[in-house]
């Protein structure tokens, strides 16, 4: 398989709700209007602390200077896993789990901290830009590493750079955070970036103003809603009663119209410091080959799976928990 190295250098940053007024006018040239900027990588997630954005340098000269925006102290790089040949942000869904065993966890095993975002059409694995040569040294054995130049993809040898990388010690990987499971089931969707001007002022509503004036009144309901518009592609996750609101034939849907459950990871804000939380809820998933969609927020970790498999996920997770 190859792994691409995308050329985007990322910035991940936190807007607290109360600011989102003061950045919508650049958040909404990000979203709607991308032909006026040079951004190319463009992420928002809403969840009930905040709102994380992940954004390339480009975008992130759209956003105000402001005391409500919060920016982790790094540059990301995006690593996307392609089956072979391809475009790296249009690939078939791998699934979080369909890489855990063979990314996620060789990177915790190096104490290489990952920022995970799943799309629609793919996964993208976030590292710190100064960690690059010990993510390549790692996986250059499993993968043919590419990296993207000026839209070319052009092959990369690992730097062969080996003096400090010591072979880790394998060591059990017991969940130490907190899971929940909130009562809402999502969607994960797509749509076609021609039709986004007839539903731009719907997206406005639901991404500025919360999820529309009927609220359920389900203390175990959360507010969680992501858009990301990445290379021209657009992906949507978002509560069943939001797709309602949309009208029909907009949203692409698999032909089995699949919901998913949302397992919640943390109790308190997670940080960016700590390894292997991705690989300790992806691991067990793996093994018991369950698909899911993972997206990392400023402050907690999502992981999406299947409806029908929540028992089951959460039952998994919670033997392998030193935190229930």
């Known amino acids: 398989m190859e792994l691409h190295i995308l050329e985007h250098s990322l910035k991940v940053a936190s807007i607290e709700k109360e600011g ?5 006018h650049g958040l909404i040239k990000l979203a709607f209007l991308a032909s006026k900027t040079r951004c190319k990588f463009f992420s928002l997630t809403e969840t009930p602390e905040d709102y994380t954005i992940i954004v390339d340098e480009e975008g992130f000269k759209e956003l105000p200077q402001s005391e409500h925006i919060s920016v982790a102290d790094a540059t ?55 960690d690059l040569p010990l993510v390549m040294h790692t996986l250059s054995s499993e993968f043919t590493l590419l990296r993207v130049v ?16 010591v ?39 639901v991404m500025f103003y919360s999820s529309g004036p009927k609220e359920p009144e389900d203390s175990n309901h959360i507010r969680f809603f992501s858009f990301s518009l990445i290379e021209g592609y ?16 907009v949203l692409f849907t698999s032909a089995s119209g699949e919901l998913w459950k949302m397992v919640r990871i943390g109790g308190q804000p997670l940080g960016f410091d700590e390894c292997g939380i991705v690989a300790q809820i992806s691991e067990p998933l793996a093994t018991a080959d369950i698909p899911a969609y993972y997206i990392s927020t400023f402050k907690f ?5 299947p409806e029908e498999n929540i028992q089951s996920v959460i039952g998994a997770l919670r033997t392998k928990s030193t935190a229930q």
């Not at 000026?150 to 990388?165: R, S």
């Not at 970790?301 to 799976?305: E, G, I, Q, R, T």
Request: net charge negative.
């Open 20 to 24: 989102i007024q003061i950045c919508s």
């Open 150 to 165: 000026n839209g070319e993809t052009v092959a990369v040898h690992d730097l062969g750079v080996t003096n400090g990388f």
């Open 76 to 130: 990301w790089l995006a690593l996307n896993v392609v089956p072979g040949g391809g475009n790296a942000s249009n690939s078939q869904p791998i699934g979080v789990t369909k890489i855990a065993k063979s990314v996620i966890a060789p990177l915790a095993d190096h104490n290489i901290s990952v920022f995970m975002l799943s799309t629609y059409q793919t996964d993208f694995i976030l590292v710190r830009e100064r």
């Open 301 to 305: 970790d999502h992981a999406l799976v």
């Open 167 to 205: 072979k880790p010690k394998l060591v059990p990987r017991p969940i130490i955070h907190p899971l929940s499971s909130p009562s809402n089931m999502f969607c994960v969707t797509s749509l076609d970036p021609d039709t986004l001007p007839s539903v731009a002022t719907l997206l406005m509503d």
């Open 234 to 249: 657009i992906s949507l996750v978002m509560d069943e009663q939001t797709t309602q609101r949309f009208p029909n034939n």
